[in-house]
């Protein structure tokens, strides 16, 4: 008899700078050129404080994570911490939710990249041209992440070196040449309900650092390289936010009902020419932060397949471009009739309420992990387990200001996740 043929792996080719631009890549994309003037509207002068506040209130997160990224070098992320920590039902929901975050995401942002596309093209914000931009632009990243992890991540490496860039530039033109303005001081104190809806939309601008941990089976050193690619990508992120908040306050009068408050604030200091350049940033923006979850989300799919918790077709990979070529294009199908069929907003509910249970569930299985696996070989978060215990904290606060909406989407979910446990699980026993 004939021995099977080799199993095709993998390529480690992600090094730790790749790392940083990935994490900061996934976290800035389109919100961010909004995201003053709603954070403006709910704490007036006091906005500032919010994104620090938010920065402190994601730390513990990003450190469960840090140390669950650490001891894992093969591809799944949160999915797997799950699986491993808390049981296979566990892992199975976490997929689940993780895998609708990141296509509902990508619907949101693809939304935002048309519209603002529609700058220099006004046609194409609705019908048949829009649906023909997105198609191309998913189509386009498909093939990229098709050739392998090599192409996919030099692409997000180039989208975040001119997004870095292109902030950078708008930063420094604000901070020398804006006219300072006083910001408009609010009617009233804002409440705790305010300072908690702040927290909530920070958490879809803060949040997507996840998305790097995902790859980790073309990681080079998840050890050593994971947990530092975090934290220094994480303050990069919180610099921006709150230097890029500073200049829109300064710049824009009426900041908090400003739809387009960088455009605006760039208009202020560099006329026409500003706002044109910003748009461009927005486009730059918005197209890196989708080529990163090409580069993640399929891993995820892959990854279930691999333990049998998915189709096996999900993890096949190219004999010659060792790229998980069926997940990628099973993704881009469905990321582009998600992008297609809802809104702005309507991807983002989806894509907080998601975000929120896979952070939770991932402090969970801190844990119990560091219960089961005492010696891992592993970066240490400080005070690992009350951090784990102050994210599930911090998720609890946020969840109990979603609406019916929201938990009706995610009892939905749960449910198909249940039934794809309840599959999978059948199947095993049979076999």
Same mark, same amino acid.
């Given at each position: ?33 909004s995201?003053?003037s ?22 513990p ?24 920590g %808390? $049981?296979?039902? !566990? &892992?199975?929901?976490?997929?689940? #939710?993780?895998? =609708?975050m990141r *296509? +509902? @995401?990508? /619907?949101?942002?693809a939304?935002?990249?048309v ?5 220099f093209?006004?046609g ?15 189509a386009?990243?498909a093939a990229?992440?098709? %050739? $392998?992890?090599? !192409? &996919?991540?030099?692409?997000?490496? #180039?989208?975040? =070196?001119?997004? *870095? +860039? @292109?902030? /950078?530039l ?34 879809f601008?803060?949040?997507?650092f996840?998305? !790097? ?14 947990p530092?690619a ?6 990069l992120?919180a ?5 890029v ?36 940033g ?7 932060w989708l ?7 399929p ?30 294009l ?24 998601a ?31 009350f ?36 599959a ?8």
């Amino acid at each position: 008899m004939s021995n099977p043929p080799p199993k095709i792996e993998l390529v480690r080719a992600l090094g730790r700078w790749t790392l940083v631009a990935l994490v900061f890549n996934g976290i800035v994309g389109s919100g961010i050129f909004s995201l003053p003037s709603t954070v403006a509207r709910l704490l007036g002068p006091a906005a500032l404080w919010g994104y620090a506040l938010a920065a402190l209130c994601i730390l513990p997160i990003v450190a469960v994570v840090a140390e669950l990224g650490s001891q894992y070098r093969e591809a799944g992320g949160q999915y797997l911490y799950a699986r491993d920590g %808390l $049981g296979r039902f !566990a &892992g199975i929901q976490t997929g689940w #939710f993780l895998w =609708l975050m990141r *296509l +509902t @995401s990508a /619907g949101a942002v693809a939304n935002v990249f048309v519209t603002y596309l529609g700058e220099f093209l006004p046609g194409v914000t609705t019908g048949l041209p829009r649906a023909m931009v997105m198609i191309a632009v998913f189509a386009g990243l498909a093939a990229v992440n098709f %050739l $392998g992890v090599r !192409a &996919g991540a030099g692409l997000s490496n #180039f989208f975040t =070196l001119i997004k *870095l +860039t @292109s902030l /950078g530039l708008f930063i420094a033109a604000g901070l020398l040449l804006a006219q300072h303005h006083a910001p408009t001081v609010l009617d009233r104190t804002p409440s705790a309900g305010s300072w908690i809806d702040v927290l909530v939309t920070l958490v879809f601008a803060y949040g997507g650092f996840e998305a !790097a941990l995902i790859p980790a089976a073309e990681v080079k050193d998840p050890r050593q390289d994971l947990p530092r690619a975090l934290g220094f990508a994480l303050s990069l992120v919180a610099v921006v936010y709150l230097l890029v908040h500073l200049v829109t306050m300064w710049t824009v009068p009426d900041l908090a009902h400003s739809e387009r408050p960088l455009a605006d604030a760039a208009r202020a200091f560099d006329g026409a020419h500003g706002a044109a350049a910003i748009t461009v940033g927005v486009l730059i923006s918005a197209g890196g932060w989708l080529s990163v979850q090409f580069v993640s989300a399929p891993r995820l799919t892959y990854a279930l397949a691999e333990r049998r918790d998915f189709p096996p077709c999900f993890a096949a990979v190219h004999p010659r471009f060792r790229s998980p070529h069926i997940s990628i294009l099973v993704y881009a199908v469905l990321v582009i009739g998600l992008s297609l069929y809802g809104n702005f907003m309507w991807n983002v509910v989806l894509s907080v309420a998601a975000r929120l249970v896979t952070y939770a569930t991932s402090c969970a299985a801190l844990i119990r992990l560091r219960q089961i696996r005492p010696e891992a070989d592993a970066w240490r978060a400080p005070a690992g387990r009350f951090l784990a215990l102050l994210g599930i904290a911090f998720c609890v606060l946020l969840i109990s200001r979603l609406t019916a909406a929201h938990a009706a989407i995610v009892a939905v979910v749960a449910v198909i996740a249940t039934a794809n446990w309840l599959a999978v699980r059948q199947r095993t026993e049979i076999t």
